[in-house]
């Protein structure tokens, strides 16, 4: 399987195997929250600065349709509007207490379910899917996030 391509059909294969992984664990959430609702929060909770064309531009959507994913999660308390004390024209979006324990709640269910798969590979093959990751990780311009994931 040395060829690129092949190899490209396998990990987008094994990416189904992951989402199904990761699809379960959100599922029977309560509140259950859709995933384009579940995107907003996740990048709010990852830019204290984010405002309404910022999340946009993130979701690659106009700028009215982030704000009807605004307004929803809004009037289920998941999400606040504040007026940006660095520029009163603008609105920030932040996450509400309950929006975090629902993130994190989900980021728990998640690590739990992938901990119980990969509980079931042999040790060697374990590291050798970490130091797998991390270099697709950095040949896709990024790090892996958790540094604590990094082999002896």
């Given at each position: 399987m040395d060829r690129v391509s092949d190899v490209a059909s396998t990990?987008?294969?094994?990416?189904?195997?992951?989402?199904?992984?990761?699809?379960?664990?959100?599922?029977?959430?309560?509140?259950?929250?859709?995933?384009?609702q579940l995107r907003v929060l996740t990048i709010v909770a990852g830019n204290r600065h984010t405002n309404m064309s910022r999340l946009a531009e993130a979701?690659?959507?106009?700028?009215?349709?982030?704000?009807?994913?605004?307004?929803?999660?809004?009037?289920?308390?998941?999400?606040?509007?504040?007026p940006?004390?660095?520029?009163?024209?603008?609105?920030?979006?932040?996450?509400?207490?309950?929006?975090?324990?629902?993130?994190?709640?989900?980021?728990?269910?998640?690590?739990?379910a992938l901990a119980e798969v990969i509980g079931r590979m042999p040790d060697g093959?374990?590291?050798e899917l970490v130091r797998a990751l991390q270099a697709f990780a950095a040949a896709a311009g990024g790090e892996a996030e958790d540094k604590s994931l990094r082999t002896a």
């Open positions: 990990v987008e294969s094994t990416v189904d195997a992951l989402v199904s992984v990761l699809d379960s664990a959100g599922a029977g959430q309560q509140p259950s929250v859709p995933p384009a979701l690659e959507v106009v700028p009215s349709s982030a704000s009807r994913l605004c307004d929803r999660l809004e009037a289920t308390g998941l999400l606040r509007r504040e940006d004390p660095r520029d009163r024209r603008e609105v920030r979006l932040l996450l509400t207490p309950a929006a975090r324990r629902l993130l994190d709640e989900l980021r728990e269910r998640r690590r739990r093959r374990r590291d």
